[in-house]
């Protein structure tokens, strides 16, 4: 079974859409021996072929959403939870060019069976999607806070191994 | 990505009329058989009423195209009263940004236009500027350059047929619920739409909105090693096409048909993919460069598109069907083959059909990927040298997957561009959508109202079009201020 798996997914032009990118930056510098990392930018769909084998992913992304920027959410997609990719909070294929974004690629690969047994997805709620606009800098207060959280959750999700994945938490 | 939380659907039928409105004629018939002579004269203006309410369906958001965009249908029975295409993704300025930056720029700029076509626009910024600049690029990087347009074919077209449209003829909402029914076809789509990914990757650095692509040639050659695995991983592709063929094949293609004029690049050594010379299926025989003396733009209130069409003249369609039919001959035997396999012959005027015609371009696109590998002329450089010294124009048209992509350039004698002119297939295609949504509703008055806006759907599904393409535009009005 190949290591766990943490993806950044996101565009680094597109103003928050870069967070997924910018963590897992952060994380691979400190957790390196724990896990394997990966930035997507482009096509989603290629996801299928990254966690081939694995059982243990973790996503960050950055999602619209009208609460307060800086909140992460957590799902976790795991036979524990029942969860599923349907019944991710996400409307789908309104903005992603023709159709296959994460969700959409989340879903088509349980439809498969190509999913790994447990998906965490890390939701960094975001307003802005404008192209060529800088995520503030990491001083900033609320900032540092949601980067030490993303950084703590991800650290547990490692540390704990794969099957003591929580409802949504 | 952006992704949303979930809000409300965003389809919606509403009616004018009453609740009678969505009866059928033949139940109004069945109820008044029983009623005296006078009671049905009586009757009669009744059922008029009744044929003559209005009806209207919306589709606020079309779903499985690329953009944003929606259909707006009002029609009663025997007569379709508007019909609109509405595209509001808001234009994108893309002709304006150009303005003033250096030559070189524009296959880096436009290609941004679109992330599943970014070739096209890439290709024809290329040859447009070596149009200006009076270049010819030598056979080797010729080849290349179409090599990496069969890959952006193939992704396009896979993606478009596995994912997009299959659905429609399926019976079921999208490619998730298709995949948990059809998993061997789905998994096949991916692996044919990677191999399309791959082709892109090694010719332009990555696979979406490739960076090795210049005015001239290419930024570095690939390496020769990795085409060699290449022409593995196509091989399989191209055996896999067939597998596709007599997928689609199998679909039932609603018995409709409307003659519309074919335009298409055309030319006589080769199925066109970035040269060739304008033809149509009637009487049309020009150079690319003599694009905007035959056909013009204009602008519709609803639509942040602009509606192309024939000057003087009307609608036209571009795209897979319009070049399968234009140049059969071109095709490779194997192609032609494939053609025959699924039954599509030229002249075909079903739009509903177009996805035979991707097949088909699908099996040629690694057929012809196959032969320019082993026929490969190793280019001396990367790139050839192209400069001005003095103003110029340039114009050239090439083969989007989704039809006719022109570009024309007025570029100053220091290299920076002037003016730039941009239209995508999809603008070209817009009133013939809405002309086919509207013969399509007067073809079939059996369908009730949730089967018919399906169909209409399915209609504008037809064309693949790309919304984010077709609202690149805007059109500036320049004031010299003394």
Same mark, same amino acid.
């Given at each position: +079974?190949?290591?766990?798996?943490?993806?950044?997914?996101?565009?680094?032009? $597109?103003?928050?859409?870069?967070?997924?990118? $910018?963590?897992?930056? !952060?994380?691979?510098?400190? +957790?390196?021996?724990?896990?394997?990392?990966?930035?997507?930018?482009?096509?989603?769909? &290629?996801?299928?072929? /990254?966690?081939?084998?694995?059982?243990?992913?973790?996503?960050?992304?950055?999602? &619209?959403?009208?609460?307060?920027?800086?909140?992460?959410? /957590?799902?976790?997609?795991?036979?524990?939870?029942?969860?599923?990719?349907?019944?991710?909070?996400?409307?789908?294929?309104?903005?992603?060019?023709? !159709?296959?974004? !994460?969700? &959409?690629?989340? $879903? !088509?690969?349980?439809?498969?069976?190509?999913?790994?047994?447990?998906?965490?997805?890390?939701?960094?709620?975001?307003?802005?999607?404008?192209?060529?606009?800088?995520?503030?800098?990491?001083?900033?207060?609320?900032?540092?806070?949601?980067?030490?959280?993303?950084?703590?959750?991800?650290?547990?999700?490692?540390?704990?191994?794969?099957?003591?994945?929580?409802?949504?938490? | %990505?952006?992704?949303?939380?979930?809000?409300?659907?965003?389809?919606?039928?509403?009616?004018?009329?009453?609740?009678?409105?969505?009866?059928?004629?033949?139940?109004?018939?069945?109820?008044?058989?029983?009623?005296? =002579?006078?009671?049905?004269?009586?009757? =009669?203006?009744?059922?008029?009423?009744?044929?003559?309410?209005?009806?209207?369906?919306?589709?606020?958001?079309?779903?499985?195209?690329?953009?944003?965009?929606?259909?707006?249908?009002?029609? *009663?029975?025997?007569?379709?009263?508007?019909?609109?295409?509405?595209?509001?993704?808001?234009?994108?300025?893309?002709?304006?940004?150009? @303005?003033?930056?250096?030559?070189?720029?524009?296959?880096?700029?436009?290609?941004?236009?679109?992330?599943?076509?970014?070739?096209?626009? @890439? %290709?024809?910024?290329?040859?447009? %500027?070596?149009?200006?600049?009076?270049?010819?690029?030598?056979?080797?990087?010729? *080849?290349?350059?179409?090599?990496?347009?069969?890959?952006?074919?193939?992704?396009?077209?896979?993606?478009?047929?596995?994912?997009?449209?299959?659905?429609?003829?399926?019976?079921?909402?999208?490619? #998730?619920? #298709?995949?948990?029914?059809? =998993?061997?076809?789905?998994?096949?789509?991916?692996?044919?739409?990677?191999?399309?990914?791959?082709?892109?990757?090694?010719?332009?650095?990555?696979?979406?909105?490739?960076?090795?692509?210049?005015?001239?040639?290419?930024?570095?050659?690939?390496?020769?090693?990795?085409?060699?695995?290449?022409?593995?991983?196509?091989? *399989?592709?191209?055996?896999?096409?067939?597998?596709?063929?007599?997928?689609?094949?199998?679909?039932?293609?609603?018995?409709?048909?409307?003659?519309?004029?074919?335009?298409?690049?055309?030319?006589?050594?080769?199925?066109? #993919?970035?040269?060739?010379?304008?033809?149509?299926?009637?009487?049309?025989?020009?150079?690319?460069?003599?694009?905007?003396?035959?056909?013009?733009?204009?602008?519709?209130?609803?639509?942040?598109?602009?509606?192309?069409?024939?000057?003087?003249?009307?609608?036209?369609?571009?795209?897979? %069907?319009?070049?399968?039919?234009?140049?059969?001959?071109?095709?490779?035997?194997?192609?032609? *083959?494939?053609?025959?396999?699924?039954?599509?012959?030229?002249?075909?005027?079903?739009?509903?059909?177009?996805?035979?015609?991707?097949?088909?371009?699908?099996?040629?696109?690694?057929?012809?990927?196959?032969?320019?590998?082993?026929?490969?002329?190793?280019?001396?450089?990367?790139?050839?040298?192209?400069?001005?010294?003095?103003?110029?124009?340039?114009?050239?048209?090439?083969?989007?997957?989704?039809?006719?992509?022109?570009?024309?350039?007025?570029?100053?004698?220091?290299?920076?561009?002037?003016?730039?002119?941009?239209?995508?297939?999809?603008?070209?295609?817009?009133?013939?959508?809405?002309?086919?949504?509207?013969?399509?509703?007067?073809?079939?008055?059996?369908?009730?109202?949730?089967?018919?806006?399906?169909?209409?759907?399915?209609?504008?599904?037809?064309?693949?079009?790309?919304?984010?393409?077709?609202?690149?535009?805007?059109?500036?009005?320049?004031?010299?201020?003394?």
């Amino acid at each position: +079974m190949r290591r766990p798996l943490v993806i950044g997914v996101g565009q680094r032009w $597109r103003g928050d859409d870069a967070e997924g990118p $910018r963590l897992v930056e !952060l994380l691979k510098g400190s +957790m390196a021996d724990l896990a394997d990392f990966l930035v997507i930018e482009g096509d989603p769909l &290629e996801l299928l072929d /990254h966690w081939e084998g694995r059982s243990c992913v973790v996503i960050i992304d950055a999602y &619209e959403d009208s609460r307060q920027t800086g909140e992460v959410r /957590h799902w976790c997609l795991s036979p524990q939870t029942a969860m599923t990719a349907q019944d991710l909070p996400f409307v789908t294929g309104g903005f992603s060019s023709h !159709l296959v974004g !994460l969700p &959409e690629t989340l $879903r !088509l690969g349980e439809a498969l069976g190509r999913n790994p047994s447990e998906i965490h997805l890390l939701g960094i709620p975001a307003k802005n999607f404008a192209l060529a606009q800088i995520p503030p800098p990491s001083t900033n207060g609320g900032r540092a806070a949601m980067e030490n959280e993303v950084m703590q959750r991800v650290r547990n999700i490692l540390n704990r191994g794969v099957g003591s994945c929580m409802s949504q938490e | %990505m952006k992704k949303t939380a979930k809000k409300t659907s965003s389809k919606s039928v509403g009616k004018s009329a009453g609740k009678s409105a969505g009866k059928s004629a033949s139940k109004s018939a069945a109820k008044s058989a029983g009623k005296s =002579k006078k009671a049905r004269r009586q009757a =009669k203006p009744v059922r008029d009423r009744r044929q003559a309410a209005t009806k209207v369906i919306k589709v606020d958001y079309l779903a499985r195209v690329e953009g944003e965009g929606a259909l707006f249908l009002k029609y *009663q029975r025997g007569k379709v009263e508007e019909v609109r295409l509405k595209i509001f993704e808001p234009p994108r300025f893309f002709e304006a940004f150009l @303005q003033g930056r250096d030559f070189s720029e524009a296959p880096d700029i436009t290609s941004r236009i679109c992330g599943i076509c970014p070739v096209a626009y @890439q %290709m024809s910024a290329v040859h447009a %500027m070596e149009n200006a600049a009076g270049v010819v690029v030598p056979k080797g990087i010729r *080849q290349l350059r179409r090599l990496l347009y069969c890959g952006e074919w193939i992704e396009s077209h896979v993606l478009h047929i596995y994912m997009l449209h299959a659905p429609d003829f399926l019976g079921v909402p999208d490619v #998730m619920t #298709m995949a948990r029914q059809y =998993k061997d076809e789905v998994e096949r789509g991916l692996r044919q739409k990677k191999r399309g990914n791959l082709i892109v990757k090694t010719l332009g650095g990555r696979e979406i909105h490739p960076i090795n692509v210049k005015v001239g040639g290419f930024y570095s050659l690939p390496p020769w090693e990795e085409l060699a695995r290449l022409r593995e991983e196509l091989v *399989q592709g191209r055996d896999e096409a067939w597998a596709t063929l007599r997928f689609v094949k199998g679909f039932e293609f609603p018995d409709f048909s409307r003659e519309v004029e074919l335009v298409s690049l055309v030319n006589s050594q080769e199925y066109p #993919m970035n040269e060739g010379r304008i033809r149509s299926s009637t009487d049309l025989d020009i150079a690319a460069q003599e694009f905007e003396a035959h056909f013009e733009e204009e602008h519709i209130a609803y639509s942040h598109a602009l509606f192309s069409k024939r000057r003087g003249r009307g609608s036209y369609l571009v795209g897979p %069907m319009a070049r399968f039919s234009l140049n059969y001959p071109q095709l490779s035997a194997v192609a032609r *083959q494939g053609a025959d396999e699924v039954g599509l012959a030229p002249g075909c005027q079903n739009p509903f059909k177009s996805i035979l015609a991707r097949a088909v371009e699908v099996l040629y696109a690694f057929d012809e990927a196959v032969r320019l590998l082993d026929n490969l002329e190793r280019p001396a450089g990367p790139s050839v040298p192209v400069e001005f010294t003095q103003a110029a124009r340039g114009a050239w048209a090439t083969e989007a997957p989704r039809g006719l992509l022109y570009h024309r350039y007025e570029i100053q004698a220091d290299g920076s561009i002037n003016t730039a002119q941009i239209i995508p297939p999809t603008s070209q295609n817009q009133r013939t959508i809405e002309e086919d949504v509207r013969e399509l509703v007067l073809a079939h008055p059996e369908l009730d109202e949730d089967r018919l806006r399906h169909r209409c759907e399915q209609a504008i599904r037809n064309y693949d079009p790309c919304i984010s393409c077709a609202t690149h535009f805007l059109k500036i009005k320049k004031e010299v201020v003394a």
